[in-house]
């Protein structure tokens, strides 16, 4: 990567929410406080997974991936955050930008797929409850979550290579607080098609096509709970779904205003809230949703604090 004058650009500059002056400092303890709660509630969610009976089925397996995602998924965005806030030095070296890409493309993919498997786990519980346990045994859970993984390691290797091969001339001024790719992809001088159709396959395959396997998933379900003789029966149906349609609800929203908006309603500021939204507020939300909502993951959190008192 060179600048104008053919010399080597050995960092790009973060504006992040440098315009906010003396502010940062506010930013910087509501975003730290946001993180704790995030590392508490979803490291509460995976202890409770893991101990507790009552809770080793295949939702709560999905469950306690996608905490653990959500806590390495938002790591790799807020300590830098926080730094950069804190001590205002937002410069950023390439291989630490692509570090930075590499995982937040991972762990946001893997996270993608692995809502769609909690939602075809529901759909083989509510649809197909006599078949369940062959649908849903423990091979099957395991090769879904493996191939979250792999499919969020597969897309991040070859999309942040292909950015960082590209030729970068001019600025390194990146207008957002991390490396996301859209906007270091702007930075990039030449031919940046390929780029653009990178970037829009993966938001096709791994935005689009997620959410309307959820929605397929849901409508049978929705069928399923209309077919159930009793309202209590139907309550009890919903109840399951509810928690995970919320998060559902949030993460692909967020996505989609993130990433699929039209060009010409781009702003920085929006773009800056909405990727706050998405990276720090919505993995500090999940724990709370499936724990609240949730009477079985209450339960267990009920017995484990009785236990210990």
């Known amino acids: ?174 207008p957002h607080f991390f490396c996301d790719n859209l906007p270091v992809l702007r930075l990039a001088s030449g031919d940046r098609l390929w780029g653009e159709y990178s970037n829009f396959a993966g938001t096709v395959l791994f935005i689009v096509t997620p959410f309307a396997l959820i929605l397929f998933s849901y409508v049978r379900i929705l069928i399923t709970i209309l077919g159930v003789a009793s309202a209590q029966g139907r309550q009890k149906v919903f109840s399951t779904c509810s928690s995970h349609l919320l998060v559902v609800t949030l993460f692909f929203g967020t996505g989609t205003i993130a990433y699929m908006r039209p060009g010409a309603n781009y702003t920085q500021d929006m773009d800056l809230i909405v990727s706050l939204i998405y990276t720090v507020v919505t993995p500090m939300l999940n724990p709370f949703i499936y724990t609240l909502r949730n009477k079985e993951v209450m339960g267990a959190l009920r017995r484990k604090v009785t236990k210990h008192l």
Request: proline share 3%; charged share 5%.
């Open 1 to 174: 990567m060179t600048d104008t004058n053919g010399t080597a650009v050995t960092e790009f500059i973060l504006l992040g929410f440098s315009y906010l002056g003396s502010y940062q400092s506010a930013l910087f303890w509501g975003v730290l406080f946001v993180y704790l709660v995030t590392l508490l509630g979803n490291s509460l969610i995976i202890t409770l997974t893991l101990l507790d009976p009552a809770l080793s089925t295949p939702m709560y397996f999905f469950l306690r991936h996608l905490s653990m995602t959500e806590i390495l998924y938002t790591t790799s965005i807020v300590p830098r955050l926080l730094t950069d806030l804190l001590f205002s030095h937002p410069a950023m070296s390439p291989a630490s930008c692509f570090t930075q890409m590499y995982f937040f493309m991972l762990f946001g993919i893997a996270e993608c797929c692995l809502l769609t498997a909690m939602a075809y786990d529901r759909y083989a519980a509510i649809c197909h409850p006599l078949h369940y346990a062959m649908l849903m045994r423990w091979q099957v859970c395991v090769g879904m979550v493996g191939a979250c993984y792999l499919m969020g390691i597969i897309t991040s290797t070859t999309n942040s290579i292909f950015i960082f091969s590209l030729s970068y001339h001019g600025t390194n001024i990146i």
